[in-house]
């Protein structure tokens, strides 16, 4: 990790209204948590749309984190922003599948290119729909 | 069992070599094990010396009933070729075993020749050819069924492995034809291999064709509902399609509902669904 980056934190990076962050190292449960307050605090002093976590570099997605990454979903939601997990690989599928974790509520994409293509539809349709009211 | 140490077998089977052989074969003919349809009577003949010459081999130092020790090395690798050979040819296991089985009259006969007059030795070396000769033959009925395993077990790999094909159909579109029975094998197989093609197509809708699965139960169904979450879960969505009408009325019995998958009737209609999904359309004709 380069020296003037916080020791465990992970760097979230603005992409217009989106914002972008890759996991890639193994997740420690109190990373997430920082993370879940550091994108929370990102979310409301951007105004960002949409936010994308790119976690194809992820080997192990235990119930705690498959249950934080809804929480985050959930409350960049209420901040007005829709998540988009992207990247996620088959043997982590598998495995939250037969935890029982669906992870309700959270949209998933194939790579970041569908993911920013799924957010940018999903603004449009919002605004078709604010302007037909 | 009876006592090995003072057997006179081993000294019978060495005087009487030439004349065992001829009767045993003679024997293998009367009881219809000789099979010249299946193997020709030379190769007969080298087999049945060549077990003779190693069952006198093995005997040489007194008889030693546990057979699977080490002096019996020798007759248990002829007896594996011999059985394979057999199994090659399409003998049955019954005859298989009788190959060693027919070895008991001529062998009977020779000690009746020898101990007419010595009740007791006869009978104690009749029971311990018997002994010895039951034990060879349930060998090789061993060995006859170890093969067939093998190869059953071969082709279940086989067919797993060329039961699972993913076809591109479109841009972002795969499907996966399932044909046969689906159990939680051939499920998890069928899973991981759907899945790893989302990542190497890019897909992003994936068509379960159940069209060939003739059953399908809670299991089944609750193995194609897993796969259509982890697909989803990576981006993708599943639909299933070919889902018959009489399976469609079994699902329903069961109880097992089917949320945020589509389901369409057949393959056609599941491929016209993808398209608009994806935003494709066709203009003229």
């Given amino acids: 990790m380069t020296h003037f980056l916080e020791p465990n934190r992970i760097p979230i990076f603005q992409i217009g209204d989106c914002l972008l962050l890759t996991i890639q190292v193994d997740l420690e449960d109190r990373m997430i948590m920082t993370l879940k307050d550091d994108l929370a605090e990102r979310i409301a002093k951007t105004h960002a749309k949409g936010v994308l976590i790119d976690i194809s570099a992820l080997d192990v997605v235990d119930s705690f984190i498959g249950r934080m990454l809804a929480n985050i979903s959930a409350i960049a939601r209420i901040l007005d922003a829709s998540t988009v997990i992207v990247g996620m690989r088959p043997a982590v599928a598998i495995t939250l599948v037969e935890l029982g974790m669906s992870l309700q509520g959270v949209r998933t994409a194939l790579d970041v290119d569908r993911g920013m293509e799924l957010i940018r539809r999903g603004a449009a349709e919002e605004a078709a729909r604010l302007h037909e009211a | 069992m009876p006592d090995s140490s003072g057997s006179k077998l081993p000294a019978l089977l060495s005087r009487y070599q030439d004349r065992i052989l001829t009767d045993w074969i003679a024997a293998q003919s009367d009881v219809g094990v000789l099979r010249a349809d299946l193997m020709r009577e030379a190769e007969i003949r080298r087999q049945s010396r060549s077990f003779l010459t190693h069952l006198t081999a093995a005997t040489k130092n007194g008889v030693n009933f546990d057979i699977e020790s080490d002096q019996w090395q020798d007759v248990r690798d002829m007896l594996t070729e011999v059985t394979n050979y057999r199994v090659d040819h399409g003998f049955t296991p019954t005859e298989t075993a009788t190959f060693i089985l027919a070895l008991k009259q001529p062998i009977f006969e020779c000690l009746r020749d020898q101990y007419k007059d010595d009740p007791q030795t006869l009978v104690d070396e009749a029971w311990s050819a018997t002994v010895l000769l039951d034990k060879l033959g349930l060998y090789t009925n061993d060995i006859y069924l170890r093969g067939r395993e093998d190869i059953i077990q071969r082709q279940q790999q086989e067919m797993l492995e060329l039961s699972t094909p993913v076809v591109q159909l479109w841009d972002r579109i795969v499907a996966l034809p399932l044909i046969g029975t689906l159990d939680s094998s051939r499920a998890q197989i069928v899973m991981e291999n759907l899945l790893e093609a989302v990542?190497?197509?890019?897909?992003?809708?994936?068509?379960?064709?159940?069209?060939?699965?003739?059953?399908?139960?809670?299991?089944?169904?609750?193995?194609?509902?897993?796969?259509?979450?982890?697909?989803?879960?990576?981006?993708?969505?599943?639909?299933?399609?070919?889902?018959?009408?009489?399976?469609?009325?079994?699902?329903?019995?069961?109880g097992v509902e089917l949320p945020q998958v589509a389901t369409k009737a057949d393959l056609q209609s599941a491929f016209a669904h993808a398209l608009k999904r994806t935003g494709v359309t066709f203009t003229g004709h």
Avoid: F, N, W, Y
């Avoid at chain 2, 897909?203 to 897993?226: M, N, S, Y």
């Fill in chain 2, 199 to 254: 990542v190497e197509s890019k897909a992003e809708i994936v068509i379960i064709d159940i069209t060939g699965v003739p059953t399908v139960d809670t299991l089944v169904a609750q193995h194609l509902l897993k796969t259509a979450a982890a697909a989803k879960l990576m981006g993708a969505e599943c639909i299933i399609s070919g889902i018959r009408p009489q399976i469609a009325q079994t699902i329903v019995h069961l």
